[in-house]
């Protein structure tokens, strides 16, 4: 239900897109009524659904902090990002800014992860994981480093399908594609990880 959750903007601005895709026409004059003219009917889902997204986050981080008083950084990076690329993409009715938002998220977190552990010499996947499992100081490096290296890879293949395919292909790989990736990542990493916390536990 977490992972659901988080997930909430990015599926709502799938589900918003395919809806505008399907009904142009009004979506367009939806768009131009609330974003204003010059817009091209073939603009009109991603920007609608950009909207959604910016919705969505804002609705998120409310809901968090009326049942806890508390929310996690993630999402205020989060929603500082979907706001400014987002923003962007309707203000200049240009959808670019919205396709670059996932790499500038992933960037984030593999620039981090790597300014962290080189910098300040601090495992911040170590950190957020070690009282839920004991590995071998070697094997948290390893584990740090497979994760930033996979969040700029997955940054360089966002902008990758963005710019050689077609929106509504980067649209479908941005909640299923990146999704898929993570998941099989993260089996990987859990079977990568298995060996070394049974040789811990024996």
């Known amino acids: 239900m977490k992972i659901l959750f988080d997930l909430l903007p990015v599926i709502l601005f799938f589900v918003a897109y395919k809806i505008a895709g399907a009904n142009q026409p009004f979506a367009h004059e939806l768009a131009s ?12 889902p991603i920007l609608l659904a950009t909207a959604v997204a910016i919705l969505a986050t804002v609705a998120q981080i409310a ?5 806890h008083r508390k929310v996690d950084t993630m999402l205020w990076i989060s929603l500082a990002i979907i706001v400014v690329f ?17 790499t500038a998220l992933y960037w984030l977190f593999g620039g981090t ?18 009282a839920q499992v004991r590995l071998p100081d070697p094997v948290w490096g390893r584990l740090n480093l497979a994760w930033a ?22 649209v479908n790989f941005k909640l299923f594609g990146g999704m898929g990736l993570m998941l099989l990542f993260v089996l990987g990493q859990g079977f990568y990880l298995s060996r070394h916390i049974q040789e811990e536990t024996t």
Request: proline share 3%; aromatic share 20%.
């Open 33 to 44: 009524r609330w974003l204003g003219d010059g817009i091209v009917v073939t603009q009109a």
């Open 63 to 67: 809901w968090v902090w009326m049942r």
């Open 86 to 102: 987002g923003g962007a993409t309707l203000f200049f009715h240009n959808p670019t800014f919205i396709k670059w938002k996932p």
């Open 113 to 130: 992860l790597t300014v962290s552990a080189v910098m300040f010499h601090r495992n911040l996947i170590r950190k957020m994981l070690e």
């Open 149 to 170: 290296g996979f969040f700029i890879l997955m940054g360089f293949l966002n902008l990758y399908v963005a710019y050689n395919f077609s929106e509504e292909t980067w």
